[in-house]
């Protein structure tokens, strides 16, 4: 009788228990916004912290930051070991460093404004150590015709891809394996696979790379997305979180249009300059506060991190730029960070560097506390 019982009582336990599980997988989009079900747990964490950080702050980026910068003078600086603009200035690394992995699908050693490879791997495994976080764009030459850049017009290179299964399984072969390779090599200190958020195919609602929204239509681009991810799983990269960023968008309608869907996308993005300053001061506060609101509604409903993916005012021409411009772009917005771009050239920076008349004001920023730096992301504790 009492064996009975048990066998009983265990099989409605089982039941109960895949029942539940299938409740749970179907609806697991709702339940947990992350897409990797086998995420390493650095990687969990890093995507959960980054859905409450923007309530403390957001996570100051940089593209580049380690790899080079400016003078005093405003002549360049190459490859000083640990050293950025950021660091001189603040005595503290940004809380998020950005690269970009174009040319890496043609297998140089440097990317394409000349970082190597090998650096760009020991700076995103540096930049772990210290708690802080990373993240990839990737501005991949035409893998139609490599002698193509990224930007060069090639017609229908998506459509081509997804309808010639040798083209595919080629672009698979050579681009997205050594993404693949690079993404698995990244190793931190504790032996960790180190998480980065990776942004491929960006600013695609406008027409200025060959995955642009000119060269392919809503679905094609959603499914060149989804071949990626899918590729990466199976080649089991485990350690990414993948960031869906568009250029400036008029409206929710628009943002969406291209969203591959929820199982694809971790985190939700977009790019936007300020060009134009000051005449445009006021429109592009006023945009970049709608656009975050947005994507900050979008985030809470799908339970996904939102961020500003990649920023900037060229040569950062007003010297209240920080305290005025991003401090209000910001405002409440909670989000989880903001990446400004290189500062790759005398007449092509985007954050300040020492000596700069921004400088003073970029310091008032930090001392706000809204916006995050090394000490802010290793106080975090990102990675737990
Ligand atoms: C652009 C410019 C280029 C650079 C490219 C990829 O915005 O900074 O000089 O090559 O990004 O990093």
Redesign the pocket.
């Known amino acids: 009788m009492y064996n009975l019982l048990r066998s009983i009582f265990e099989l409605l336990r089982k039941t109960f228990i895949r029942t539940f599980s299938v409740i749970l997988f179907l609806s697991s989009d709702m339940i947990y916004g992350q897409i990797d079900p086998n995420a390493t747990s650095e990687t969990k964490a890093l995507y959960k912290n980054l859905k409450s950080i923007g309530a403390t702050g957001s996570l100051f980026g940089h593209q580049d930051a380690p790899a080079y910068g400016l003078n005093l003078d405003g002549t360049r600086w190459v490859a000083d070991e640990s050293r950025s603009d950021i660091k001189t200035i603040l005595g503290e690394q940004p809380a998020l460093l950005g690269f970009?992995l174009?040319h890496l699908e043609l297998g140089k050693f440097a990317n394409?404004?000349d970082v190597p490879f090998n650096k760009i791997k020991q700076y995103i495994e540096e930049q772990y150590d210290r708690g802080g976080v990373s993240t990839i764009s990737w501005?991949p030459n035409n893998p139609l015709d490599y002698s193509k850049t990224t930007w060069d017009k090639v017609e229908a290179t998506i459509p081509t891809l997804l309808n010639n299964k040798k083209a595919l399984r080629n672009y698979q072969k050579t681009s997205l394996k050594k993404l693949s390779k690079f993404f698995k090599s990244l190793k931190g200190a504790d032996g960790k696979a180190v998480p980065v958020i990776f942004r491929p195919y960006h600013e695609h609602t406008g027409s200025w790379f060959w995955w642009g929204a000119d060269y392919c239509t809503e679905k094609e681009y959603k499914a060149f997305w989804q071949m990626t991810v899918n590729y990466l799983a199976k080649k089991k990269v485990h350690n990414l979180l993948y960031a869906y960023s568009t250029d400036n968008f008029r409206s929710e309608v628009h943002y969406l249009e291209r969203y591959p869907g929820d199982s694809f996308v971790d985190i939700l993005g977009f790019d936007s300059y300020h060009r134009n300053a000051p005449k445009s001061n006021e429109q592009f506060v006023n945009n970049a506060q709608r656009m975050l609101g947005t994507i900050k509604e979008l985030g809470l409903e799908k339970d996904k991190p939102y961020a500003v993916s990649e920023t900037g005012l060229e040569r950062v021409t007003e010297d209240n730029w920080w305290t005025n411009i991003v401090l209000s772009v910001i405002g409440e917005s909670e989000a989880a960070y903001i990446l400004f771009?290189?500062n790759?050239r005398p007449d092509?920076f985007y954050a300040p560097y020492p000596g700069h008349t921004s400088e003073a004001d970029f310091k008032k920023m930090a001392a706000s506390g809204k916006i995050l730096f090394e000490e802010g992301a290793k106080k975090a504790n990102l990675y737990k």
């Open positions: 970009d174009g394409l404004d501005h771009w290189r790759g092509h």
